[in-house]
């Protein structure tokens, strides 16, 4: 397990960061969770035009875009990300964000979305999700009732988990299934 925590340490600090954010004083929190958690190799640009300029020029392991537009929106800017093959995992950002807002985001390809005010744990579960954790599916994302679609999938998601649970509790020794 120590192995591992430093691996992953070492993993993060040679990880570039990109930060598209026009608000000075979120870009700031933002980019002390992201040196907290290890990383130490961070660019911030204060638009989304800037941010695909230094995406052109450099690869980025990861982005952190806010998703309040500037020169471009944060759509526009995922959706040129593919097209240079930008960052591996971008991660939107909003103080009010919509639910049509977030599913656009995600259907362009955003892998999370965090919603301020975070904490460094909270900012940590959702990078690591968004590095390692799957995408929602298309028939989410495209669903007629979006809602009763992800909501189905919370649950499903759930039942598995108890599943899990009460088999390690009947079985405390044994492996996963």
Same mark, same amino acid.
């Given at each position: 397990?120590?192995?591992?925590? #430093?691996?992953?340490?070492? !993993? ?10 026009? !608000?000075?004083?979120?870009?700031? +929190?933002?980019? &002390? ?7 130490? &190799? ?8 800037? =941010?695909?300029?230094?995406? #052109? ?14 020169? *471009?929106?944060?759509?526009? /800017?995922?959706? &040129?990300? #593919?097209?240079?093959? =930008?960052?591996?995992?971008? *991660? ?10 977030? /599913?656009?985001?995600? +259907?362009?390809?955003?892998? =999370? /979305? ?6 460094? !744990? ?11 954790? &799957?995408? *929602? ?12 679609? *992800? ?7 759930? $039942? +598995?988990?108890?599943?899990?649970? #009460? $088999? ?8 996963? +299934?």
């Amino acid at each position: 397990m120590a192995a591992d925590t #430093k691996s992953n340490t070492a !993993n993060r600090a040679t990880s570039p960061v990109l930060i598209v954010c026009r !608000n000075a004083d979120l870009a700031l +929190k933002i980019r &002390q969770c992201v040196l907290h958690l290890g990383y130490s &190799q961070i660019s911030s640009t204060s638009t989304h035009g800037q =941010g695909l300029e230094r995406v #052109k020029g450099r690869r980025f392991d990861f982005a952190i875009i806010d998703s309040t537009p500037t020169d *471009l929106s944060a759509l526009e /800017f995922i959706n &040129q990300c #593919k097209i240079v093959q =930008g960052p591996n995992a971008i *991660l939107a950002l909003s103080t009010n964000p919509s639910v049509d807002n977030v /599913f656009d985001l995600l +259907k362009a390809g955003a892998r =999370g /979305f965090v919603v301020t005010p975070f904490t460094v !744990n909270s900012f940590e579960v959702a990078m690591s999700a968004a590095l390692e954790g &799957q995408m *929602l599916s298309e028939a989410i994302l495209e669903a007629r009732d979006r809602n009763a679609a *992800l909501a189905g999938l919370v649950l499903n998601s759930l $039942y +598995k988990l108890t599943s899990r649970i #009460k $088999y390690h509790r009947a079985h405390p020794y044994a492996l996963d +299934k």
